[in-house]
């Protein structure tokens, strides 16, 4: 990976010129994004990370913090203490010059299950991640390990089943060799293409389910007004 998407968190922290990111899925045409919205304050958030960041609590894990916007609120704000991490070396060089106290370069699946947190924060389509459906095991598993015995992990994510057409009967066109969430991302930065990799979008009941067969506990906290949602899940 070029690490483009760092590279454009960067360059917008050090005023290197940033431009917008172009992205693209499987299903949606190239859009731009601005470098700006990753850098929002809480005000500017949208209701369903507010919400996770009124209800997060104790020792928090914000991964895939991305420029580390919801770490610095939680940490600069409700005074709590905030382990950020991302695979990107340039996110997290960006989040060290913005101030956030504890950030490091690793993979959730590396992270050592000996240490325990309160809140776990997976934000902005937090099960992206995932990658694909039979990832979820995986994941979940590892989540589990990470957290305390009565700590949360707070996840969105959005059902992106209204991206696909419709038939006369109402039934939607959906390809029937993978899950209709799982999509290739990919994002252009100054005329560089990053390698596509996957991306998962989750309906709310597939994660339950995902939850339930992992020993986990699933809530739904909030809907947005746009198919997304936030969950809480627990041991």
Not at 22 to 40: G, K, N, P, Q, W
Not at 46 to 62: C, N, R, S, V, W
Not at 86 to 113: F, P, W
Not at 115 to 121: N, P, Y
Request: a negative charge.
């Amino acid at each position: 990976m070029k690490d483009l998407f760092g590279q454009a968190i960067l360059d917008y922290q050090t005023n290197n010129s940033p431009e917008d990111l172009i992205t693209e899925t499987t299903i949606s045409e190239a859009d731009e994004m601005s470098v700006a919205y990753l850098f929002r304050s809480y005000v500017d958030m949208p209701p369903l990370e507010q919400k996770a960041l009124q209800i997060a609590k104790g020792k928090i894990l914000d991964i895939g913090c991305g420029a580390g916007s919801h770490s610095l609120y939680l940490q600069n704000e409700l005074n709590l203490a905030v382990t950020a991490i991302d695979i990107s070396k340039n996110a997290i060089q960006a989040c060290k010059l913005r101030g956030v106290s504890n950030a490091q370069t690793i993979d959730m699946l590396d992270l050592d299950s000996k240490e325990k947190f309160d809140t776990i924060l997976l934000l902005m389509n937090g099960t992206g991640i995932f990658g694909k459906v039979n990832n979820l095991p995986k994941y979940l598993q590892k989540l589990k390990t990470l957290l305390n015995t009565n700590g949360q992990i707070l996840i969105d994510s959005s059902d992106i089943i209204y991206m696909f057409d419709e038939d006369e009967d109402g039934g939607k066109w959906i390809p029937s060799n993978n899950y209709y969430g799982e999509l290739e991302f990919s994002l252009t930065y100054k005329n560089e293409k990053e390698e596509s990799f996957p991306w998962l979008y989750l309906d709310y009941n597939t994660l339950q389910n995902a939850a339930i067969d992992n020993g986990l506990n699933c809530e739904l906290i909030l809907e947005g007004e746009h198919y997304d949602y936030l969950a809480k899940l627990s041991i």
